[in-house]
């Protein structure tokens, strides 16, 4: 069966810190994967997609990056932190295909910048 | 600009009773449309979904509705039981990515 894995579990960092946040999946091959941030009070927003290895797709302007070094890895990044930064961050796969909708998600990472 | 819209931020149902959940879209392109269940401090857990050419699907005590010419789905939930407690999140489809709504905490009283 497949299983997402993300860590840190939670995370304080203070303002202008770096980030690095990662997911893995195992249990399946070649699957899209994606980066969401749930703001306090909020729905889940899209911050990054990837189709493949390399392959990164951005939705919001911000201070964040995403990389895949690795077909079931996924990286999400930042230089220096913001306040504004700070939510629960979820990391999801789902299947490649035609037809296939589900998204599965991983335990995610509440962050705290202060 | 927010394509899924839950307008009801909570509800609050008696255990054994139903729980209607309601979400709207507006973009006419979404194709498959999902609920997710979520618990604070974990990760959303896949519910149910529909395709946009049904306009009926049912697991268990869960039943969603589409009605394309409103653009508006609903869950129900019967009967609801005190585990049913939590964040529900209504989902669109379009290509390969999900647009969430903000969903409605449900909180079941026994």
């Known amino acids: 069966s497949q299983t997402i894995h993300q860590w840190p579990a939670t995370l304080v960092q203070p303002v202008g810190s770096p980030l690095s946040l990662e997911c893995t999946v195992e249990?399946?091959?070649?699957?899209?994967l994606y980066w969401y941030r749930q703001a306090a009070g909020r729905g889940l927003q899209l911050l990054f997609y990837?189709?493949?290895?390399?392959?990164i797709s951005s939705e919001v302007p911000q201070n964040l990056s995403a990389s895949r070094p690795q077909d079931r890895q996924f990286i999400l990044s930042s230089k220096k932190l913001l306040l504004s930064d700070s939510g629960f961050y979820l990391c999801?796969?789902?299947?490649?295909?035609?037809?296939?909708?589900?998204?599965?998600f991983g335990p995610g990472t509440r962050l705290t910048v202060t | 600009d927010q394509q899924v819209k839950q307008n009801s931020p909570s509800l609050s149902v008696q255990e054994g009773r139903i729980s209607i959940l309601n979400c709207d879209y507006t973009?006419?392109?979404?194709?498959?449309f999902l609920w997710y269940k979520k618990y604070p401090a974990e990760g959303p857990t896949f519910l149910i979904s529909?395709?946009?050419?049904?306009d009926k699907n049912e697991d268990g005590r869960f039943t969603v509705f589409l009605n394309k010419s409103a653009k508006h789905l609903s869950l129900h939930i019967v009967p609801s039981q005190p585990g049913d407690s939590a964040v529900y999140f209504c989902?669109?489809?379009?290509?390969?990515?999900?647009?969430f709504g903000a969903g409605t905490t449900v909180t079941v009283r026994a």
């Open positions: 990837s189709v493949g290895i390399g392959q």
């Open positions: 989902a669109a489809s379009a290509d390969y990515k999900l647009s």
């Open positions: 973009n006419s392109m979404f194709d498959y």
């Open positions: 999801a796969w789902s299947v490649r295909g035609q037809g296939v909708y589900e998204q599965y």
């Open positions: 249990g399946t091959s070649n699957p899209n």
């Open positions: 529909i395709s946009s050419i049904k």
